[in-house]
């Protein structure tokens, strides 16, 4: 299994701002993926995150609102820009198994804007 | 595109009763079938997954069957237990080559409620 730790797990922040939320994996990926899961609905994938390049986004996610660093194999940041109340979500970072097989999450970060 | 179908929720049941969440599927290809639950306030677990037709994932006492023929990874359970009040996510990986790289479509969830 995959031990993945996320930062912060929770935060209450102002419209306008920008939220910085960091993911980092106990072991060297290849890949991690952000989601997004909105009040009381399912997950949806932002983007895919690889290291040394881009980052590869879904359909309706932008690289201006949700931009994505990963400096290296094992840590990744998914920044929340210029925040509405809309945006008040779960956001939670993945990273397949050692398996390649399955994924694993971080426990999400709880973003409430008001 | 690939979707994940799971049965319409909430499911309220008392303990000891037997559980039944359904989920189909809809992929090109052979994609890798799990089960995710959600207890409240915490993130995702994967409680149970499997990786090619025929194969049984099991967990805790959760099983599912992976059903090509019918496109279904419906999961049960013998006896509930109050526990088990979770969210149920089943979601499917597309497999490049026999690899899966984690990258998932999750069903809509399930909220499991059970009473004592």
């Known amino acids: 299994s995959a031990v993945i730790s996320q930062k912060p797990s929770r935060d209450i922040c102002q419209r306008g701002t920008s939220l910085t939320i960091q993911c980092q994996v106990d072991s060297q990926v290849t890949m991690m993926f952000w989601y997004r899961q909105q009040p009381g609905q399912s997950l949806t994938l932002i983007a895919t995150a690889n290291q040394g390049s881009e980052a590869t986004y879904e359909s309706g996610f932008v690289i201006d609102k949700f931009p994505i660093s990963r400096p290296n194999l094992t840590f990744s940041t998914l920044t929340v820009s210029n925040m509405s109340p809309e945006d008040s979500s779960i956001y939670l970072c993945?990273?397949?198994?050692?398996?390649?097989?399955?994924?694993?999450f971080g426990q999400g970060t709880r973003l409430t804007v008001v | 595109g690939d979707s994940v179908t799971q049965m319409e929720g909430p499911v309220t049941l008392s303990e000891e009763a037997f559980l039944t969440i359904n989920c189909t599927y809809t992929?090109?290809?052979?994609?890798?079938l799990f089960w995710y639950v959600q207890y409240p306030g915490e993130g995702l677990q994967l409680l149970l997954k499997?990786?090619?037709?025929?194969d049984k994932g099991s967990n805790k006492g959760f099983e599912a069957t992976y059903r090509k023929e019918t496109t279904s990874f419906h999961l049960e359970k013998g006896s509930v237990q109050v526990s088990d009040s979770a969210v149920y996510f089943c979601?499917?990986?597309?497999?490049?080559?026999?690899?899966?790289?984690?990258?998932?479509?999750f069903g809509q969830g399930t909220i499991l409620t059970v009473h004592p």
């Open positions: 979601a499917l990986s597309a497999n490049a080559g026999g690899t899966s790289y984690g990258k998932l479509t």
């Open positions: 499997a990786t090619k037709a025929d």
């Open positions: 993945s990273a397949p198994g050692q398996e390649n097989t399955e994924a694993f």
């Open positions: 992929a090109t290809g052979y994609p890798s």
